[in-house]
């Protein structure tokens, strides 16, 4: 039951949510199946809800039959889906007003359709819609209306609008796209050769195309990119975000509140203060909006940043809470390795470094992001421990590692390097060579960014406080 569909979708809502659905539940016009409810009713009463437990519950009586439990799941699951095409819908009226439009001329009412057309005229539809996806639907609308009617051609058709829409459609994407590749960049190198990117961005900046909130907001949300990575271009992007949050569909949503979280996650890479907690917050809005879980996963990447920042704010136990209520919401074929590796981590900032070691030996390190990440808690864990042969010996084969992983680019290489040297550096050194210490503290300072800088930082200065109190003895 736990890995139903149903109770998948049943944990991405919200509690208001939850309520809207047991209402509706409750009404004969939607559900007729009284079992429904009763099952409904146990997700939000059960913490860990099973198929026999329920089953009991409600026909105490009767042998337990597996069938008609999943049978019920996969109804309630169709109820859900229900019930999220009309939260999508409800304040859609731009697609709204297009099904009522198709309803219409499928029944013949052409009094109602022509009626419709006068009442909601076309910016007005733009305004409540501006997914990307809207503009491929008008599109293939106004194809539509070249299609035969009770063996009558439509006399008119609107060809300019037609072609206003494909283009919509087409810049929109092509400028998600754009970002996606560009933010990749730092860390996977990549061969892809992006047609028409000027032209493309020089159409999205004039007229008519620049008049459509959407389109502004992937512009804005470009420059917050290095190289430009511009402040202003950010706070832009967030005000017209928040101030039009209501006309964008989840997928647009997703892919600005995550496209916002970049720009922090970046900033937090630069030391920038309280980077970290805004980056956090925007996680946290996301969850509450259930943006997090995209059809019924969440990406093991949003899994592994969301608590990597809850860690790092000390927010061990919201930190736990989460690991354990999305680790199935992952998708099987990432699960594994997704949960042991942020078990890890929590388990490393509970200072469990046994835990972390049995955690780590269960991730497949093929992932270039696990392999990196993995090696660098293994590291912190092995110095926690005194395990100094194993963590030389682990410099050494990350060194190799790096070497042979060509797809991470050669800057993000030398970040790791950097480390690694330090680190070979330190332990290297004459535990009571003060000057040697003091020196490699300093050296640390002078070298630009690199992984784990704060970290390093804070060991060499700990040897050196007890070096100094040996020679005050």
Known sequence: MLKSKSYLAFLNMNEKERQELLSLLNVPM????????????????????????????????????????????SELNKKIEQYFIWKQLENREGIKSLLLLSAYRERRLYRHFDGLKRRKTKPDLFEYASDSFFYEYQYLAEEDKKTTEMGLRIPKTNTAENLLQLDLFYITEK???????????HIIETDDLIHLRDETIQLAQSPPFNEYVQIQLYLKILDTLPPISSDVAFKESKELFIKNL????????????????????????KGVPDALRQCFQLYQEMEKQGLLVQGEHITPWSYKNIITAALLLNEVNWAQRFITKYKDALREEHRTDAFYFNSAKLNFALKKYGKVLSNLQKVEHEDIFYGLDSRILLMKSYYYTHEIEALLSLTDSFRIYLKRKRKIPDERKKRYLTLIRFIRNYFHTNPRDLARFKRLKKNIAASPKFIEKNWLTEIVEKKIKEVEKLYNK
């Open 30 to 73: 939607f559900n007729l199946d009284e079992h429904l409810l009763l099952l409904f009713e146990y997700f939000l009463e059960a913490t860990q809800p099973k198929k026999e437990e329920w089953f009991s519950s409600i026909l105490p009586d009767q042998t337990f039959d597996d069938l008609f439990v999943r049978r019920l799941l």
């Open 175 to 185: 400028l998600r796209f754009f970002y996606e590749i560009d933010n990749s960049k």
């Open 246 to 269: 209501s006309l964008f569909g989840d997928r647009e949503k997703r892919f600005f509140y995550l496209a916002l979280i970049n720009f922090w996650i970046r900033k937090i890479n």
